[in-house]
């Protein structure tokens, strides 16, 4: 009789471990990147009172005979789903969702934890931290740029929002469009010189090894043409109001239009303080024509002034890229994530934080989108993949078998008393 109430009282205390599952899914529904967990039973120990027979010529075999030894049931395991959640866009621009494998690294004070929960935000200082304050990990960029990211010099993630860009300094400057061949026409003669005066200035901003943007007129004259040869046109740039000429030569082009000659010349400027050593900018004159449509010119130049960062977003690879006053872009950073060969055999030490354990592997830490890390969606939250359905299922079965391991109780214990009842004097 003891037996049957231990297997009852068993079958009680698995039921209740299993609520405990059920109740810590539900309460968890809403957490972000939460991942619920199952628990599955295991037969206990039995007492054989017989080990079974092998069959003999005059008898066939018996089978083993066992009874509940004790407890007859226990916690089998209890194993966590890791399956992808849901994604919910939230708007805000520091919140990451993982959409594939992996786990955002995070530093903590006691060492490196993982998490699939992106609630992220930046503190005063421009860090990328969790709400608990634990620092995002991956790679700064250096002048912009992204290079040797690996696993051993992952740092915590700064979006400093005063950081500039340096400048750049121009070492081109193009002009582009039409020259009026009719202005260096004459159909009485054969050769004809045109007016030493500017036909066209066009306006070209370049910026100077410090930055600073400088002005310089790009000037056409002294159209000359001849006769089924097509025309040269003098070229100088000036520093207006100054009329040096900084850079000068002659640009010639075919009788259909087409530059035959002269498309490149050098300028030379000087930084607006006077500090830097002469400039040289190569201007290039390759996509000009000159036919019988209008004078109608474009300049423009590469480089650029020094720049404050204005905004930033995240790609799909965690590479976290600024825009800046300058209307230039370039890499900040980049996300990092970690992989394990099992990743169900992490240590969950709470506040959506996983551990490496003994049987999780050793963390792999790469670029998202690389090998088989999943990508980054900016704005969006994983959300919990606890289903409600199924744990309100696995509720009313824990229920049903935790009432009747009560009754079984009852019963033995019914049968205690009818028994005492019958030898009582």
């Given at each position: 009789?003891?037996?049957?109430?231990?297997?009852?009282?068993?079958g009680?205390?698995?039921?209740q471990?299993?609520?405990?599952?059920?109740?810590q899914?539900?309460a968890n529904?809403?957490?972000?990147?939460?991942?619920?967990?199952?628990?599955?039973?295991?037969?206990?120990?039995?007492?054989?009172?017989?080990?079974g027979?092998?069959?003999?010529?005059?008898?066939?075999?018996?089978?083993?005979?066992?009874?509940?030894?004790?407890?007859?049931?226990g916690?089998g395991?209890?194993?966590?789903n890791?399956?992808?959640?849901?994604?919910?866009?939230?708007?805000?621009?520091?919140?990451?969702?993982?959409?594939?494998?992996g786990?955002?690294?995070?530093k903590t004070?006691?060492?490196y934890?993982?998490?699939r929960?992106g609630?992220?935000?930046l503190?005063?200082?421009?860090q990328?931290?969790?709400?608990q304050?634990d620092y995002?990990m991956?790679?700064?960029?250096?002048?912009?740029?992204l290079?040797?990211?690996?696993?051993?010099?992952?740092?915590?993630?700064?979006?400093r929002?005063?950081?500039?860009?340096?400048?750049?300094?121009?070492?081109?400057?193009?002009?582009?469009?039409n020259?009026?061949?009719?202005?260096?026409?004459?159909?009485?003669?054969?050769?004809?010189?045109g007016?030493?005066?500017?036909?066209?200035?066009?306006?070209?901003?370049?910026?100077?090894?410090?930055?600073?943007?400088?002005?310089?007129?790009?000037?056409?004259s002294?159209?000359t043409?001849?006769?089924?040869?097509g025309?040269?046109?003098?070229?100088n740039?000036t520093?207006?109001?100054?009329?040096?000429?900084?850079g000068?030569?002659?640009?010639?082009?075919?009788n259909?239009?087409?530059?035959?000659?002269?498309?490149?010349?050098?300028?030379?400027?000087?930084?607006?303080?006077g500090?830097?050593?002469?400039?040289?900018?190569?201007?290039?004159?390759?996509?000009?024509?000159?036919?019988a449509?209008s004078?109608?010119?474009?300049?423009?130049?590469?480089?650029?002034?020094?720049g404050l960062?204005?905004?930033?977003?995240?790609?799909?690879?965690?590479?976290?890229t600024?825009?800046?006053s300058?209307?230039?872009?370039?890499?900040?950073?980049q996300?990092?994530?970690?992989?394990?060969?099992?990743?169900a055999?992490l240590?969950n030490?709470?506040?959506?934080?996983?551990q490496q354990?003994?049987?999780?592997?050793?963390?792999?830490i790469?670029q998202?989108?690389?090998g088989?890390?999943?990508?980054?969606?900016?704005?969006s939250l994983?959300?919990?993949?606890v289903?409600?359905?199924?744990q309100?299922?696995?509720?009313?079965k824990?229920q049903?078998?935790?009432?009747a391991?009560?009754?079984?109780?009852s019963?033995?214990q019914?049968?205690?008393t009818?028994?005492?009842?019958?030898i009582?004097?």
């Open positions: 009789m003891s037996g049957t109430l231990y297997a009852a009282i068993s009680l205390n698995a039921e471990a299993l609520m405990g599952v059920i109740s899914n539900i529904v809403n957490t972000t990147g939460y991942k619920s967990s199952n628990m599955s039973f295991a037969q206990m120990m039995q007492q054989t009172l017989s080990g027979t092998a069959p003999t010529a005059a008898l066939g075999g018996t089978n083993p005979e066992q009874v509940s030894g004790g407890a007859a049931v916690i395991a209890v194993n966590v890791m399956s992808q959640g849901s994604l919910q866009t939230t708007g805000i621009k520091t919140n990451m969702a993982i959409s594939g494998h786990f955002f690294v995070i004070p006691t060492g934890s993982y998490s929960s609630d992220f935000t503190d005063s200082q421009g990328l931290v969790t709400p304050g995002v991956g790679w700064m960029a250096q002048n912009g740029k290079t040797g990211e690996s696993q051993g010099n992952i740092s915590p993630i700064t979006i929002p005063n950081m500039t860009m340096s400048p750049s300094a121009s070492t081109t400057m193009t002009v582009t469009g020259l009026n061949a009719a202005l260096a026409t004459s159909a009485s003669s054969s050769t004809t010189t007016s030493n005066t500017t036909v066209r200035s066009e306006p070209v901003t370049v910026y100077d090894s410090l930055g600073d943007p400088v002005t310089l007129n790009v000037n056409f002294n159209p043409a001849t006769a089924n040869s025309t040269s046109w003098t070229v740039v520093e207006p109001p100054s009329t040096t000429v900084l000068s030569g002659t640009v010639t082009f075919s259909t239009g087409a530059i035959t000659s002269g498309s490149t010349m050098t300028v030379t400027i000087q930084s607006k303080n500090s830097q050593s002469p400039q040289k900018v190569t201007l290039n004159l390759g996509g000009m024509t000159a036919d449509a004078t109608s010119l474009s300049g423009k130049a590469n480089g650029y002034g020094q960062l204005s905004n930033f977003t995240i790609g799909s690879n965690g590479v976290i600024g825009t800046f300058n209307g230039q872009t370039q890499a900040i950073a996300v990092g994530l970690a992989n394990f060969n099992n990743a055999g240590l030490v709470g506040n959506n934080l996983w354990s003994a049987n999780s592997g050793t963390a792999k790469g998202p989108g690389s088989s890390l999943g990508t980054i969606s900016s704005g994983e959300e919990s993949n289903s409600l359905a199924n309100f299922v696995n509720m009313i824990a049903q078998g935790y009432q391991n009560a009754k079984v109780i019963v033995a019914a049968l205690g009818t028994l005492v009842n019958t009582a004097p």
